[in-house]
């Protein structure tokens, strides 16, 4: 079965509108000047690429508001997923660590009181995946299991969604050429099929993985020709 996320496909921009409105609301309580600054930087950040951009951060923020009552801290979540991505270099495996360390600076300007348990969401999202990822028959309840989740959300599109996406991600590996993109992308795909479950929650899984294995298997055939 085909999911439709309801994913707007138009430009960066409008997803920016609606983002800032959810920034300045998350942080209302900052002075105006901080958030205006940081805005700005998240911005000249997530405008530059051509899959891990606001339409990304926007799409995981459609399911965190399906799903927010399932979090155990709605607020911290959200800033989590803000600096996800905030530092997203491909010739690099420390990401998750940069992003955190770009985060730590963000709260240490702020009086954010789940400012640490923020940071440690982005730092275990580096690792992508939990025991609920390995174990068969087993499911993630804890808001890293959410929040891997919705990162992972568009692997479970349907396939012209999915193959819009895919050309966008291979746009962001333009320091590789087609052959070792080619096998680069076949080593991540493979390793989606190899374990038990793409998705940790039951709901997401449940929603997407049917379609997400089906997505990578003819990825993986049409990359293998």
């Not at 609301?25 to 940081?38: G, H």
């Not at 997923?81 to 990401?95: C, E, G, Q, R, T």
């Not at 966008?168 to 096998?183: A, F, M, S, T, W």
Request: charged letters at 30%; glycine letters at 2%; hydrophobic letters at 35%.
């Amino acid at each position: 079965m085909q999911h439709k996320l309801g994913f707007r496909m138009d430009s960066n921009t409008s997803f920016e509108v609606s983002l800032l409105e959810r920034w300045n609301d998350l942080t209302s309580a900052f002075v105006p000047e901080l958030k205006e600054k940081w805005w700005k930087h998240l911005t000249s950040i997530y405008n530059e690429r051509a899959f891990h951009n606001f339409k990304h951060l926007n799409d995981m923020f459609q399911l965190f508001d399906e799903y927010k009552h399932k979090f155990q801290d709605q607020t911290a979540t959200a800033f989590a997923i803000f600096f996800l991505h905030a530092v997203h270099d491909l010739k690099h495996s420390n990401n998750a660590e940069r992003s955190a360390e770009l985060f730590q600076q963000f709260s240490s300007e702020t009086a954010f009181d789940s400012a640490d348990y923020s940071t440690t969401l982005i730092l275990r999202s580096g690792k992508h995946c939990t025991d609920a990822h390995l174990t068969i028959d087993t499911y993630g309840e804890e808001d890293i299991h959410f929040l891997l989740d919705f990162d992972v959300a568009f692997l479970g599109v349907n396939p012209i969604e999915y193959d819009i996406n895919s050309k966008n991600i291979r746009k962001e590996y333009d320091h590789l050429n087609d052959d070792e993109y080619r096998q680069q992308r076949l080593k991540i795909l493979k390793l989606f099929m190899r374990i038990p479950n793409i998705y940790a929650t039951r709901e997401l899984r449940e929603r997407f993985e049917t379609q997400a294995r089906q997505n990578i298997a003819r990825e993986i055939s049409e990359l293998s020709k």
